[in-house]
Nanobody, 128 residues
């Protein structure tokens, strides 16, 4: 069964931390897993990616050095550890799975069009 379920969102003060989790079904256990976010009135943006074939992690520039993604294959769960949060990090955070990604720079690999399956999202609000 294809299913991705996010958890861990909430309200946090600027400079604080949150850890999101994405539980995924067996069907996508071999897929690449990415995290996206969407703020009101803005386009969805990809922020992190963990590749299935080598476990390497990749980040969008706006979160590099502050966010860390990881995966526990035994639990079929991906995590997004978010530190030094800023008000502009607020939005709905979703995880997504892609069977195939092009061999291109991270920015292109994080285009939503490559992703086949999506979770419902979890709200993150960072107060100033």
């Amino acid at each position: 069964q294809v299913q991705l379920v996010e958890s861990g969102g909430g309200l946090v003060q600027s400079g604080g931390s949150l850890r999101l989790a994405c539980e995924y079904g067996q069907f996508v256990s071999g897929h690449h897993i990415a995290w996206f976010r969407q703020a009101p009135g803005k386009q969805r943006e990809g922020i992190s990616l963990i590749l299935s074939h080598d476990g390497s992690t990749h980040y969008a520039d706006q979160v590099k050095g502050r966010f860390t993604t990881s995966k526990d294959s035994a639990k079929r769960t991906s995590y997004l550890e978010m530190n030094k949060l800023r008000p502009e990090d607020s939005g709905i955070y979703s995880c997504a799975a892609a069977r195939n990604l092009p061999d291109r720079p991270t920015e292109e690999q994080l285009h939503p069009g490559w992703y086949d399956y999506w979770g419902q999202g979890t709200q993150v609000t960072v107060s100033s």
